[in-house]
């Protein structure tokens, strides 16, 4: 079902209606403060109606009369200007060009530094993020950016005083490399799939960028390149909310399972952003250890599971979630009592096209797991 | 310098030649045999007059009729007969993707396989291309990608049946990826830069890239994103028998010169293949722990050195190549003194621009270490 998408908020004009109403606090001769949402583990929940990980309700006052908290108060006024700046010049950088920014910040002449450690700027930057309602890449700040997609839609990328318009339909053998920020400045137009296939891997996305894959199928090929980054967790999220389907198509190991598991429900990490990177309407289309079953071959190609293989599979089995979903308890008991796993290349074993062909049945015949 | 392109060997006809070969040694009842350049450490050179790693004189006859080589010699075939296959279907796919292709090559009927683990196929790969004197990108099988650039040059990529054009000085936010195989049905035209930066960190691409750096200087911006793959090695490579010259940025600790290392003189691992991804005449811009007299706030913005980077930095001092070049011997001895290193993200401390600003400066003085 196709979502609405949320207005997206001016991150400048948030930044600046923190600052007013700190400046009108101290005028008023007040202890200027602000609230976050905390952000621990005993206010992350597991939204069972959304399928997601997002924040609680508990929140914490910021405040500056406080002697445990004057010095970060201090240091969180200090980002936000730094962020108010890198907004109003256009420019972007990184938590850790922040950082330094923030330890240069007294100038050279003085030898104390606003910031020592990463370590003390990376917490408050989320502070900011959930106090105003924002995400970082709204405050200019970029993060690692991993991702290639290829299929029928056109990207819009307002870069600087260009307008870029780039055809994921043709870039070839490379694919169009997902940015950082999919939401400031960029558009995504012309989106024509049936679906969304995410790929785990590179190597299995240029085996069916090679095949045409997207142009047969008339889908959009997606490869996180192994757990995906916030820019990739996000665009799909906003492929989804265009009402377009989303596969995802991972090894059937410990590590696949979290790189789908992520892309469903989103993380503890990013819980305070989790409607934002959280995809529940996925579905996962293999490699399942059923295939085994149907496509009698790959019990030649299955390797030994891992330790730590068997151990996930056993964790998530005590899972409200995977309890709820018979499909899942009999993958995992597969695979513990087995003592198999199957990779997405083993696909390859009888023809490389073969992965491709794969894919099609199961999108066919709705052959998914929840 | 510009150089002469060394004319591609084709793979599929070398693959035939070795199969005849083989063939006509069994018709005239002789042991069939082939001959692969010896690769274990004992013949690794440093070559002193190229300046780079590669293989030595010393050569291993593999023949079947040889009861430690017989197994081996049957595999290699197998190697050999499934990639010509790949080329004669047009078809790509990794060593993982052939691995399994092996492992299944008996049939599913049959309970024996060819293979076992990967760790077999791997190394009769790397013989069969130093046999042949191919790549294994030109046996259509793809390594692991990573990568990006942006500048004034066109990609001419044929792939599949069509032609694709791209610009990558339209690429905005995301840049070109550069693709695992930079040699086969691809073309670089139009490439006009008065030389390549080659940035360890993608972070301090995409702040280079907003700028429009590579437009103001006329150059192209590439960033390996950490370590550079075969395919990022390999085009740094072309680029400079462009006769191009290439500056290389990284940090200032031992990951850093690691990277500049490997890129310059090649590694162990791919001295089998040393000068088609080795590039002597790359030098090294910054940053440098001389940069501390000369832009003195970023004394304010060292941070600690770690075991490794110390360790490392007195390893160096050892080689005999930095004996002869005093301006890394200063470097080295100052980071092992002061025990604090300078990264390439602490640029952008006084203003983000900045990062730009020191390039420019840099490359206008030549103030580049050998």
Chains 1, 2 share one sequence.
Not at 9 to 17: N, V
Not at 153 to 167: A, H, L, R, Y
Not at 289 to 308: G, H, P, Q, W
Not at 336 to 361: C, H, M, N
């Amino acid at each position: 079902m196709k979502k609405p998408e949320k207005p997206a908020k001016d991150a400048k004009r948030e930044l600046e209606t923190m600052g007013n109403n700190i400046v009108g606090d101290i005028k008023k001769g007040e202890n200027p403060s602000f609230v976050a949402t905390t952000r621990t583990r005993s206010n992350i929940v597991y939204d069972q109606k959304e399928g997601y990980l997002r924040l609680g309700k508990a929140e914490e006052e910021r405040s500056f009369l406080n002697v445990a908290q004057s010095k970060k108060f201090m240091q969180t006024m200090a980002i936000a200007a730094k962020c108010h700046k890198f907004l109003t010049e256009g420019l972007h950088t990184t938590i850790r060009g922040l950082f330094y920014q923030l330890k240069f910040s007294l100038g050279e002449d003085v030898d104390e530094s606003l910031f020592e450690e990463q370590s003390e700027s990376n917490p408050l930057i989320e502070d900011l993020e959930v106090s105003l309602g924002v995400k970082r890449e709204d405050l200019n700040l970029n993060a690692n950016r991993k991702g290639v997609l290829a299929g029928s839609m056109k990207v819009v990328d307002t870069f600087g005083n260009e307008k870029v318009n780039i055809d994921c339909s043709k870039m070839g053998r490379s694919g169009w490399q997902i940015p950082s920020d999919v939401d400031n400045d960029i558009e995504f137009v012309d989106v024509k799939a049936k679906y969304v296939l995410v790929v785990e891997k590179d190597a299995l996305w240029q085996r069916l960028n090679e095949d045409q894959f997207w142009k047969k199928e008339n889908c959009i090929l997606l490869t996180p390149q192994g757990q995906a980054s916030r820019g990739t967790r996000r665009i799909i999220r906003k492929l989804a909310d265009k009402g377009i389907p989303i596969y995802v198509f991972t090894d059937s190991d410990a590590w696949g399972w979290y790189i789908y598991w992520t892309i469903k429900t989103g993380s503890i990490n990013l819980a305070y952003i989790g409607g934002d990177v959280a995809t529940p309407e996925a579905r996962f289309i293999g490699v399942t250890m059923s295939d085994l079953d149907k496509y009698t071959f790959l019990n030649k190609l299955t390797i030994a599971a891992s330790e730590v293989d068997v151990k996930r599979a056993q964790e998530m089995l005590n899972y409200e979630w995977i309890k709820k979903h018979k499909e899942w308890v009999t993958e995992l008991e597969r695979m513990i009592k087995s003592k198999k796993k199957l990779e997405q290349d083993a696909l390859q074993g009888p023809r490389l096209t073969f992965v491709g062909e794969y894919i099609k049945d199961k999108v066919k015949n709705n052959e998914v797991l929840p």
